[in-house]
């Protein structure tokens, strides 16, 4: 039978009582704090619980990304997982959305190229694969926009400590209560950084094959797996083939991406979350790569993302192109997006961008969005 969008499904041996999946988005509503280096500004807080809680009549839930390491850390006032502390600060997070009936993922995150030397007074560098510098601007630790750095080309043992800190991280989002982990592998971040001909320039066994670019991911996968904090199919993974973000693309992506979903099959991890749409950019470098084309190289769940209106969203999963699917901007100013989305009831006006990750305000354009009151709306009519 065609999926709906109020099917059920199953990922990691959960039931998802719906398709819709919130999508992982970096709000920046940590703590303020005057010194920078104070851990306060990395725990999320009672907003993160009223924000994450208000979302959980979706299917499944992403955590906005979460930084694993010094090294990796680049956004102000977005949280890491590090240390105990960090674990101990997620579980109410946790804890409220189970109490609704739902299900999250904390997203695992490391900038690499993405940061600036500012975040790391004890080295004073930025790191990356290889010495490619980006495009664009970055911002420094006070906020100030700059020209990017151009990174350090990582060691052998900075990968090690790299994957450990990843391990690490899962091992926090378990005991944080987290039903599960995605990695960030899209979007220009550090795995991105290696899976990609653009910015992976090495000559060594983490660079040049594909089999090469792939094995900062694979050896991760592994390390989480080893660990034995979630089993594979509770590790998701995002992939953004088509996508500019982090100055990005290559012109071998769509056969780069279906290779590392083919190479991923033997694991069994919980879903692919495919980044295909092009409204977040498209770099034109190749042939834009589709749902299809991974649908055809593999075996798991498979999550969509970009763009998507209820009506494609529906499409995509009646024709079977897709299992899951992620929307990021409009749940933003609909905590209710999963029940509007499935009762046809009506969305809010999109938020105003000027408080999508903007720190210090607070419940301002995060938790204050209405929920569609269907009551309401009748006595309007009738009036
Ligand atoms: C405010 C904001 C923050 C985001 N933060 C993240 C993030 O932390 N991790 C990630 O993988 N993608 C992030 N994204 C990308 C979204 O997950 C999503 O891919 C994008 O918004 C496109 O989907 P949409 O068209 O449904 O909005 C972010 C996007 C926005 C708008």
Request: aromatic share 10%; glycine share 10%; net charge negative.
């Amino acid at each position: 039978m065609a999926a709906e969008l109020s099917s059920k499904f199953t990922v990691g041996g959960q039931e998802l009582k719906n398709r819709i999946v919130l999508a992982p988005l970096t709000r920046s509503r940590c703590e303020v704090t005057e010194d920078p280096f104070d851990i306060k500004n990395s725990l999320p807080n009672e907003l993160h619980v009223e924000y994450y809680s208000q979302r959980a009549s979706g299917g499944l839930l992403i955590s906005e990304g979460v930084q694993v390491s010094e090294l990796g850390w680049g956004w102000m006032c977005a949280p890491k997982i590090m240390e105990e502390a960090h674990a101990e600060a997620w579980k109410p997070v946790t804890k409220a959305v189970h109490e609704k009936g739902g299900l999250i993922y904390m997203q695992l995150w490391h900038l690499g190229r993405q940061t600036h030397s500012s975040f790391h007074p004890a080295t004073n560098k930025i790191v990356s694969a290889s010495d490619v510098k980006m495009a664009g601007e970055a911002k420094t630790i006070t906020g100030e926009k700059v020209e990017p750095e151009t990174p350090v080309p990582m060691t052998k043992e900075e990968i090690q400590d790299t994957i450990a800190a990843f391990v690490n991280g899962a091992r926090l989002a378990k005991i944080a209560g987290f039903d599960g982990v995605e990695l960030h592998s899209a979007n220009g971040y550090l795995i991105d950084q290696f899976l990609q001909k653009r910015t992976n320039k090495r000559t060594d066994e983490y660079g040049g094959s594909m089999e090469n670019r792939m094995r900062l991911l694979k050896e991760i996968v592994e390390g989480i797996i080893a660990e034995g904090s979630f089993p594979a199919n509770r590790i998701g993974l995002r992939l953004s083939p088509n996508g500019v973000f982090g100055d990005m693309g290559s012109d071998d992506n769509n056969v780069m991406f279906p290779f590392v979903a083919k190479e991923l099959n033997k694991y069994g991890l919980a879903y692919l979350h495919v980044m295909d749409g092009l409204g977040f950019g498209f770099h034109n470098l190749c042939p834009p790569v589709t749902m299809y084309d991974f649908r055809k190289v593999w075996d798991g769940p498979l999550m969509c993302n970009v763009g998507l209106t209820k009506d494609e969203a529906k499409g995509m999963l009646r024709s079977g192109t897709t299992d899951l699917v992620a929307v990021g901007r409009p749940y933003i100013a609909n905590p209710d997006l999963a029940d509007r989305w499935i009762n046809d009831w009506p969305l809010n006006p999109d938020a105003d961008y000027a408080t999508w990750w903007q720190a210090g305000i607070g419940a301002k354009g995060y938790t204050d969005y209405p929920f569609y009151e269907p009551e309401k709306s009748a006595e309007k009519k009738d009036e």
